[in-house]
Structures are given as C-alpha cells and as structure tokens.
C-alpha cells in the first residue's frame, strides 16, 4: 500500500505597494494528503463500507446510484463495479442463510435516509436453513431497494431483484431499521436453477454487479453449486477456527 504524501505550497514573495510598504505575506496553503493512488481508495472503501458488522443500505444508495423513469421510457444500460464480498465476509455480517420461495411482493413509497425511494416488500417462504440457524417464522417479509408504483419505476443496480415463485438461496441480515434485507445486495442472492443434468444449482442473481477481485469471493465460491455443497460450504465457514 503507497503512503500519504503530504504536498506543501509556500505563500507568494513580499512585494512593495506603490507607497513602498511592504505588503504582508498571504496565509500558505494547509498541507494536504493526497488520495490519487486508486488502490488507497478501494482500501478505505474496504474498510469504512465491507468490513462492518452489517451493510447500510442507505450508504449503499450513495455508491451505486438509482435509475427512475417513467415505465414507457427506453431503457437506458448503466454499469456497475462493485468489490466482490468473499464467503466469510457474507456469512459473518447475515443473521440467517436459507433456502426460501418469494410468494407475493409489493412496492412502495418510503423515506430511506434522507430521500424518497421506492421499495419492495417481498414475502419469502423457508424450505430450509444452510447455516444451522432456522429463522423463528416460517416465512419472512425481505425489503430491497427499487420497484414499481404507478408509472414510475425505480432500479437500483446491484440490488438483489425476486421472481414470485423461484426458489433461492438467500443471506438475511437486518438493516439499521431493524427490517429484513438481503445481504451485499445481489451478492447474497442466488436462484435456483435446474441444469441439463438434472441438478439442481445455485445461479448468479441476475441483478449481479461487475465485480472486481472475484478470485475467492462468494458469488465464485457459490455459483454452479448444488444446495448440499453450498450448504458445506457454509458450515466450513461458521466452524472454521
């Protein structure tokens, strides 16, 4: 990691006024630190964002941005870069990891932070855990960030995005409002899907950002894995010394 180097600036010479006094000298600029080394950023962002005890989704609004449009307007392609969260990352900040089916959704209105968003409230039923933590209800109401009311339509890239009736493998954690989300976004979602093998296996959520350092990360790990191996994977993670 490259250090800080501080940039000094000295103030301009004296110089004599028509009166011939001397002119006072100007306050020098403060010293600053630079942060142009782009490795210095992505490691405070690491720090200050990844590495917490649970993922604000309100800071996450900051970071990747919200699309709205109204629903007959062309639709418009963004990308988004994210840092691929790795599997104990993901399993230490969820309060639970599951298989469940979303059942029924809704979207609305609410104040998230200091803005109006829309969100969508998705009903997921449990089939089973992964993590050896059952959750206390057989079914729980997950919000994501996005949706649709009326003619107006919110995407939030990166976000984790359901489809009624698909099972998945979920990662949950509650955000500071003490509300059920998914955790690291798209990165802790992952449909099921039947391959042409018969198997079925776990499937990147198809709101994924582009991720960077995805060498060990969790959506490598987990993708193409069927829900037992996933499921070792997870408790290799949780006894791991």
Request: proline share 7%; net charge positive.
């Amino acid at each position: 990691m490259n250090r800080f180097r501080a940039a000094q600036e000295t103030g301009p010479r004296r110089k004599q006024s028509r009166t011939g006094q001397t002119a006072p000298d100007r306050a020098a600029p403060e010293t600053r630190q630079t942060l142009g080394d782009p490795n210095r950023r992505l490691w405070l962002f690491e720090r200050s964002a990844m590495l917490r005890r649970m993922l604000s989704r309100r800071r996450v609004l900051g970071a990747i941005g919200v699309g709205c449009a109204a629903l007959g307007a062309p639709r418009l392609a963004f990308a988004t870069l994210a840092r691929a969260v790795t599997l104990p990352e993901l399993v230490g900040l969820s309060r639970y990891a599951l298989v469940g089916t979303a059942t029924d959704a809704y979207s609305r209105w609410e104040t998230v932070g200091s803005s109006r968003r829309i969100v969508t409230y998705t009903r997921v039923e449990v089939t089973q855990p992964i993590d050896g933590r059952p959750p206390p209800d057989t079914s729980l109401m997950l919000r994501t960030l996005g949706g649709r009311v009326g003619d107006i339509g919110q995407l939030v890239h990166g976000e984790a995005r359901f489809e009624i009736g698909v099972a998945s493998v979920i990662f949950v954690a509650p955000d500071e409002d003490g509300v059920f989300g998914i955790t690291a976004m798209a990165q802790g979602h992952y449909p099921l899907g039947t391959d042409p093998d018969a198997a079925i296996r776990l499937r990147a959520s198809p709101n994924i950002p582009a991720l960077t350092r995805v060498e060990g990360s969790a959506v490598q790990r987990l993708v193409s894995r069927t829900v037992l191996e996933a499921e070792s994977l997870v408790s290799g993670v949780m006894h791991a010394p």
